[in-house]
Each structure stands twice: as structure tokens, then as C-alpha cells.
């Protein structure tokens, strides 16, 4: 069935630093593909998504660009802030899974001052 | 603020009891979703309405039950609680169901079991 594999955290990083954290899914057809974001003690929030193969999905400095010959989904900044620590799942959405969305695990993210 | 509201926000309760968690979804959207998050097993989705329908079922315990009513809201319904039911249990919605639609979540209900 389809899955999602993202690295591993936790990720420290000092404030400034380049980010990127890694996103692998297996799905069939065409997914969606999402980065979502739970700040300590919140809700998750949609940080951005793409829809379709070479897609790139940006918001807040974040982005991440739909390969579908890698089958990858790699979340990047380029100079991250202490306020960007949170923990940040990658998903899928298919048309063919009844459309749920099925989740990595999560990487948590520390950046320090 | 997502626009998606959950209550209440926090529950303790006892094993062997039952409770009931509440979401009201963003404003013109038609699909619920719930999903438990939980240390051991990470997010899970346990079940999606669509309109008043149940669209999709995940990994939805038989003692778990949920319904949305004419008004959107949805209800999810916990009984026979068990240690292992603590969690995050959140709510999204969206405007249909869509594998493109973007779900919005809630702050989640966070309920510990004693």
C-alpha cells in the first residue's frame, strides 16, 4: 500500500542554517503530496503542497518540489529561524485510497539561538 | 487559526467510560475527517464524512463511533475507554474530498485516560 518514509529527527540546528528534511513516499497513480507542521503544543498546519509531478510548494521561506522520478517530496529552507521549530510530517493523499491522508512519522526540529 | 474548532480541549476520564468529542468544520466545507495521534503510533486516520455520509473508514476501532449531523458538526464518540485511548484526537475538514483538497485541522481534543 502506499507509505511515507521521512527522516529520522530530531534535527538540531543553529538559527540561520540551511534546512532540509527528507521525504520518500510509494504510492500508485498520481498523489498529492503535503508538509504539514505542528508547532509545541498545536495543531497541525498546512505549510504547503503539490498536486502534481514537478509542482514546487512554497510558503514562509519553506519549500519542497514534487519529483516523481525520485519519488520524493524533500522539505528545504534556507535560513531557519528559532520560531521554525516544530515537529513537520510529511503525507499523501491518493485518488485511489479513499483519499485519506497517510502520514510519515514526523521529524522534530530544534533550532537554536 | 484554521477556522476548524474543536471541543473540548482537554478530557480526562476513567477507563471503562465513554466520552464524546466535538467538531464544527471551516465555513462551506463539506468533509470531516478524524485522526488519532498518539507516541507509539504516530497520526492515524480513523474515519472521513462527506455531506452527512461516511466516505472512508482507516484504522477506526469498533468501539469508536462517529456521525456528522445536517448542520456539518461531527461527533466522534469513544466508549469503553482503555488506557491505551489516550491521545490527540483531531479533526480536519475540507471542501470535498478530493485527494487535491487541502484539510485543515483543528487544535485537537487531547484525552487522557486514567
Known amino acids: 500500500g502506499d507509505s511515507v518514509t521521512q527522516m529520522e529527527g530530531p534535527v538540531t540546528l543553529s538559527e540561520e542554517a540551511f534546512l532540509t528534511i527528507n521525504c520518500t513516499y510509494t504510492a500508485t497513480g498520481y498523489p498529492s503530496l503535503f508538509w504539514y507542521v505542528q508547532y509545541p503544543g498545536e495543531g497541525l498546519q498546512l505549510l504547503l503542497k503539490a498536486t502534481k509531478a514537478d509542482d514546487k510548494g512554497s510558503n514562509k521561506g519553506f519549500e519542497a518540489t514534487y519529483r516523481k522520478e525520485t519519488t520524493s517530496f524533500h522539505l528545504e529552507k534556507g535560513s531557519v529561524q528559532v520560531s521554525d521549530s516544530a515537529v513537520y510530517f510529511c503525507?499523501?493523499?491518493?485518488?485511489?485510497?479513499?483519499?485519506?491522508?497517510?502520514w510519515g512519522l514526523g521529524t522534530s526540529l530544534a533550532v537554536n539561538p | 487559526d484554521s477556522g476548524v474548532t474543536q471541543t473540548p480541549k482537554h478530557l480526562i476520564t476513567a477507563t471503562g467510560q465513554r466520552v464524546t468529542l466535538r467538531c464544527s468544520p471551516r465555513?462551506?466545507?463539506?468533509?470531516v475527517y478524524w485522526y488519532q495521534q498518539s507516541l507509539d503510533q504516530g497520526l492515524q486516520f480513523l474515519i472521513q464524512y462527506y455531506n452527512g455520509e461516511e466516505r472512508a473508514k482507516g484504522n477506526i476501532l469498533e468501539r469508536f463511533s462517529a456521525q456528522q449531523f445536517p448542520d456539518l458538526h461531527s461527533e466522534l464518540n469513544l466508549s469503553s475507554l482503555e488506557l491505551g485511548d489516550s491521545a490527540l484526537y483531531f479533526c480536519?475538514?475540507?471542501?470535498?474530498?478530493?485527494?487535491?483538497?487541502?484539510?485543515?485541522f483543528g487544535p485537537g481534543t487531547r484525552l487522557t485516560v486514567l
Open positions: 503525507a499523501l493523499k491518493n485518488a485511489g485510497n479513499n483519499r485519506k491522508l497517510i
Open positions: 480536519a475538514s475540507s471542501v470535498a474530498g478530493a485527494h487535491t483538497d487541502t484539510q485543515y
Open positions: 465555513s462551506g466545507d463539506l468533509s
